[in-house]
């Protein structure tokens, strides 16, 4: 059974850095498309970013670009999400999800068909 787990996530003044992982079980990571969500109530789940396999593509949003990296190790069956410069309007859950193969990533959550069950970010004082 493909399983997605998130962590890292937690409280933060603004400011300040938190790393996502997104560890996969049963399956190898290295040949999955990852992204990496975020969702508030009442609104949308958001693309924030994604890679391909191989890293042959990355895709970071206007709206952390600059501050948020993406990153995979497919050794230990992760990828990551370093979040610099966090501020209050990154507050949200995070979710990874996975899509097999291809050379590229997307930014639609309804590409992917394994998810996460996600991990809550908050940017406060």
């Known amino acids: 059974q493909l399983q997605l787990v998130e962590s890292g996530g937690g409280l933060v003044q603004p400011g300040g850095s938190l790393r996502l992982s997104c560890t996969a079980s049963?399956?190898?990571?290295?040949?999955?498309?990852i992204g990496w969500f975020r969702q508030v109530p009442g609104k949308e789940r958001e693309g924030v970013s994604c890679?391909?396999?191989?890293?042959?593509?990355?895709y970071v949003d206007d709206s952390v670009k600059g501050r948020f990296t993406i990153s995979r190790d497919d050794a230990k069956n992760t990828v990551y999400l370093q979040m610099n410069s966090l501020n209050p309007e990154d507050t949200a859950v995070y979710y990874c999800?996975?899509?097999?193969?291809?050379?590229?990533?997307?930014?639609?959550?309804?590409?992917?068909?394994?998810w996460g069950p996600g991990t809550q970010v908050t940017v406060s004082s």
């Open positions: 049963g399956f190898t990571l290295g040949n999955y498309a």
């Open positions: 890679i391909s396999k191989r890293y042959d593509y990355t």
């Open positions: 999800a996975a899509v097999w193969g291809g050379s590229s990533c997307s930014r639609a959550a309804f590409e992917y068909t394994d």
